[in-house]
């Protein structure tokens, strides 16, 4: 839970940081984070994975600002989009329809 004195907490429309909704959204947070790093990828990978997806033709273009970024961007292609459970795991926890 941020503190008390956390900008998040007193930003209009920032309902998820407070005291009743952080802990759903904490939740739906770390079963994206699990769901993404699944297979051994970092959250950076596994977002490129989930973009390759959930769409054949969407190419990313992921910024980046060291060669150690480069690298682990590059890095994404190795493993490839996420699988099927992986996927339906993000959409669940967002609480929306599957990917097509």
């Not at 950076?44 to 273009?61: E, F, H, N």
């Not at 970024?69 to 890095?75: M, R």
């Not at 190795?78 to 669940?92: I, N, Y």
Request: proline share 8%; charged share 25%.
């Amino acid at each position: 839970m941020p503190a008390d004195d956390d900008v998040r907490r007193d930003t209009p429309h920032w309902d998820y940081f407070d005291d009743d909704a952080f802990p759903t959204w904490s939740a739906r947070v770390e079963a994206i984070r699990a769901a993404l790093t699944s297979d051994g990828r970092t959250l950076v990978q596994g977002a490129l994975a989930w973009i390759w997806a959930r769409s054949p033709v969407t190419i990313p273009i992921p910024g980046f600002r060291t060669v150690a970024q480069i690298e682990e961007n590059a890095g994404a292609m190795a493993a490839g989009p996420l699988d099927a459970d992986a996927l339906g795991a993000v959409d669940a926890a967002l609480g929306r329809a599957p990917a097509r």
